[in-house]
């Protein structure tokens, strides 16, 4: 067995079992069906214990790589374009991933904790809360943002690859200018209405394609027109589907074909009950084209008018020259308390909290 534990490193041994395995199955040493090796085995070959290859094959199944089958053990439920004959059937799609969409506010974040942070930026500040920050947003919570996207969400990139905007449906707006009003962007069906309103208004013409349980149907994905799908893999509004593991991958094949682009709405998946976070298309795909949304709205309040778009590197200096003379929407003083709740570990804190609970009360 291949496997290797580094214990020299600060990733715990079942994160470095788990990202081995995972990429076994998406490089096809593990095929559709096949029986992953038992937890036993592979801790005794690792000198690790079987505790912690059950954490990893736990991960791999709440991903929908594969599923557990009681008295058998692990099997592979990851298909890729050679794992079948034309188009999976939906009603037997892999590993269902609908959550209940509750419609009620997450926990909110406490105040006291918020105003004592917005009292130390008044004072630690001082007038630079009233200067006009950069087109795309301060420097300084640029920066806290991509370090907090690399320590939490697998995403590398620089600061300068972050646009600020006020809200997601401004940066809707913004992709459009972007990419061009005449391309044919698709969206999910049924999905968040304002998606649809913001590409209505912009007069672009777009598709709504179809969700199984799974995510996008196979069929209407692959024969849509479009050149930008605009999706939310992470439960979906209001369906609440969430896409698996190997729906993620086909939307990166999709848009690996010709010149497409993927806009992946992140929104709520810090919140997610998984042990560990949320796998983005932003970090799985190679080709830089994903173009990569999240808002404050719920992590902090829907007071926050705040949203952050990541930018593939290719497609920052397009941005500079065509929308480089946008101004940041948000006010500096928001985008210094949001540098400080991210920076001192706040707002991830925050995070935790709420995930902790909710993996109680689920």
Known sequence: MKYIIDEKTKKPAYLQLYHQLREDITGGVYSYGEKLPSKRLVADELGVSVITVEHAYALLCEEGYVEARERSGYFVIFRS??????????????????????????????????AKVMRRVISDYGEAILQRGENSGCEILRSAIAHYLARSRGITVSPRQIIIGSGAEYLYGLVVELLGRNRIYAIEAPSYEKIEQVYRAADVSYESLPLSKDGIESKALSKTRAEVLHITPYRSFPSGVTASASKRYEYIRWANRGERYIVEDDFESEFSVSTKSEETLFSLSTEENVIYINTFSKTLSSAFRAGYMVLPERLVPLFEEKLGFYSCTVPTFEQFVLSELISKGDFERHINRVRRKKRREG
Request: no cysteine.
């Open 81 to 114: 374009d050679e794992d079948f004959l034309g188009f999976p059937n939906e009603s037997e799609a892999t590993q269902s991933r609908v959550l209940p969409h509750s419609a009620g506010e997450t926990e909110a974040f406490p105040f006291s904790v918020l």
